[in-house]
């Protein structure tokens, strides 16, 4: 999957884009018809998209939250991910045409979003998650990366941050959209990259004034063994350190319930 190129299909609904995932090999200059050859693979990955929005809005609010311990870091507030949801085809004739889906019996899904604007700031990549810009909107993302890893005790990142200006409710805001995610079990869809995934960010987030403002500098997510008292935990260990406990013991149990929750999600739209 990860040595395929993703685009996706935008349909115009006025002011919601409908999208779904089209697979393209890299020598592959065909019709879109012949990229979906998996519908329930599919199916999946346009599920999976909808949860990674999920997480990352709960996951960024609680950054905030998070940030609000430290009044004096000029932590960027206008940041939102996307609202989304998911629309499936219904009615018992063939699929739209723009879904281009050709079996009669499927009912395609799509992923229904607010329209955005053309311009897009990149905040990080797959796996190069390096810091261009100093300016706050930018910190803010980064620092959140790192929040994300260490808030889910390093079962996940946040990868490909990307952002598009829009108003929400007459204010300026920045929209994440198309985010990917790292995980451990590297099982949260495409682009995601698992341990190796984790460890690039590990290896290529840099800390900058908002990570070190909130606290979050340098940290590392606890690793399961019986090694309590090491305070070394820096990202100059790669991965190796311990948690910042005062993190950790803040979400403790939180995430897993809320996994609990995910999980119930993907299975009511299997
Ligand atoms: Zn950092």
């Not at 499936?88 to 799509?110: D, F, M, Q, R």
């Amino acid at each position: 999957m990860h040595s395929k190129l993703l685009i996706t299909s935008g349909k115009d609904l006025g002011d919601y884009v409908a999208k779904r995932f089209f697979k393209l090999s890299q020598d592959d200059t065909s019709s879109p018809n012949s990229f979906i050859e998996d519908y329930g693979e599919h199916r999946s990955m346009t599920i999976q998209e909808a949860i990674r929005i999920s997480q990352g809005t709960w996951i960024l609010k609680e950054f905030f939250k998070h940030a609000e311990n430290f009044p004096n870091i000029a932590v960027d507030n206008a940041l939102r991910f996307a609202s989304v949801f998911l629309a499936e085809e219904t009615g018992e004739g063939v699929p739209s045409p723009a879904s281009h889906v050709l079996e009669p019996n499927i009912k395609p899904l799509w992923i229904v979003e607010s329209w955005r604007a053309k311009a897009v700031t990149k905040f990080t990549g797959t796996l190069n998650h390096s810091s261009v810009r100093a300016d706050s909107l930018s910190q803010t993302v980064h620092a959140f990366a790192h929040f994300s890893y260490l808030f889910t005790k390093g079962e996940m990142v946040f990868a490909d941050l990307q952002g598009t200006p829009a108003f929400n409710n007459g204010e300026s805001v920045t929209i994440l959209f198309d985010v990917m995610t790292h995980t451990l079990h590297g099982d949260s869809g495409i682009g995601d990259h698992g341990e190796e995934g984790i460890q690039s960010f590990l290896e290529t987030h840099t800390c900058g004034e908002i990570c070190a403002g909130l606290d979050i500098k340098g940290r590392v997510a606890k690793e399961n063994d019986d090694d309590e008292d090491d305070d070394e935990d820096t990202l100059d260990r790669k991965g190796k350190g311990k948690a910042d406990k005062q993190l950790t013991e803040k979400v403790e149990g939180k995430f897993s319930d809320d996994e609990e929750d995910i999980d119930q999600l993907a299975k009511d739209h299997d």
